[in-house]
């Protein structure tokens, strides 16, 4: 066992998500170490307080050093989308991997995994799939593991990433007509980003919550309709909207995506995803926060920037 420091590594904690979890752990008096692949980054974030390490999931050597002194680690890497050599094969289960392996060598028993909700056995949503893999690895390899299903995140951030509400922002405020895939009868339980710090730092302080898979959501299941509406009341805007056959919009990015210079607005990974649930019955986020998580509704004035 590894001397016991107050050292927690982020991975992953320059993000959207990561920036609360990085903010909540530190305000929980821990020390916080950043991975961070850029100077850029090293630099923003030193001028934040947080001590960083250099340090890629795909790079096992760079994870060993970044591993130094550290008591517990939190896994925040994944992607959504596919690009070029980052699949979700090498980023969500081998870069997983590479952080549980590099853990162990340090003798370091503790981990708390960022999931999904819906990750399983499902081949055919690889990014579910790759999660649930990614879960499983550290199940077996980590002591002391906790792991968390967030159901779709929202909340105000200083990082350029694109989050779900700001796309569907952009489609409200710049879109004639709005479609809703597959009649945008999809369910969401939204999480504020805020409340996903808070529910990271508990379940990292808490020893009961050892072992545990923890489903988070916020308090209102919202269908992807029932959120364009919520978006379009926050910013006075009233647009028809049009329901369109998923098969449909699935073919507009099959025509887009051999085209040079030109992006699909959804992949048709992101189009599958929409017809799983996103809603948990067992919402973990309670107790873990010891309050009641924010809602959707009446929390959007982080959204004007994009409206
Ligand atoms: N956003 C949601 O609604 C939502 C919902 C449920 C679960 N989640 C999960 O929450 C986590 C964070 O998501 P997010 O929305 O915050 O994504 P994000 O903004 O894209 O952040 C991803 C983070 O992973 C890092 N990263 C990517 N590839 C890496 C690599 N090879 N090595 C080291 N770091 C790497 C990024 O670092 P750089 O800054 O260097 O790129 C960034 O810090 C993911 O696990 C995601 O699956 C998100």
Do not use: C
């Not at 009868?185 to 050892?210: C, E, M, N, S, W």
């Not at 329901?243 to 992006?263: D, M, N, Q, S, T």
């Amino acid at each position: 066992m590894a001397e016991t420091t107050n050292i927690v590594l982020i991975a992953g904690g320059t993000g959207f998500v990561g920036e609360a979890v990085r903010n909540a752990i530190r305000d929980s008096g821990r020390q916080v170490r950043l991975l961070v692949r850029s100077r850029d980054d090293a630099e923003r974030m030193q001028e934040l307080g947080f001590e960083t390490a250099f340090g890629d999931s795909l790079d096992p050597q760079s994870l060993y050093a970044a591993m130094d002194g550290v008591d517990s680690v939190v896994n925040l890497v994944a992607i959504i989308k596919e690009s070029g050599d980052a699949t979700f094969e090498r980023i969500n289960f081998q870069g997983t991997a590479n952080l549980v392996n590099a853990a162990r060598q340090a003798s370091v028993a503790r981990l708390v995994q960022m999931s999904a909700l819906g990750a399983d056995n499902l081949p055919a949503f690889p990014y579910h799939h790759t999660k649930w893999r990614a879960e499983n690895y550290v199940k077996d390899h980590i002591p002391e593991w906790t792991i968390i299903r967030p159901s779709i995140i929202f909340g105000p951030s200083s990082s350029d990433e694109v989050q779900f509400a700001s796309q569907l922002a952009d489609l409200v405020s710049s879109a004639p007509v709005i479609p809703l895939p597959g009649g945008g009868t999809a369910r969401f339980q939204p999480i504020h980003t805020a409340d996903v710090g808070g529910a990271f730092t508990a379940a990292l302080t808490d020893d009961k919550y050892i072992g545990q898979t923890l489903e988070i959501g916020g308090p209102e299941v919202l269908t992807y309709a029932g959120m364009i509406d919520a978006i379009a009341e926050a910013s006075h805007v009233n647009k028809p909207k049009i329901p369109v056959p998923v098969p449909l919009i699935r073919f507009g990015v099959r025509l887009l995506a051999p085209l040079p210079g030109v992006e699909a607005p959804v992949t048709a990974e992101q189009l599958d995803m929409l017809q799983l649930d996103n809603t948990t019955a067992n919402n973990a986020a309670p107790e873990l926060l010891g309050y009641a998580p924010k809602p959707f509704r009446g929390n959007l004035d982080f959204l004007k920037d994009y409206l």
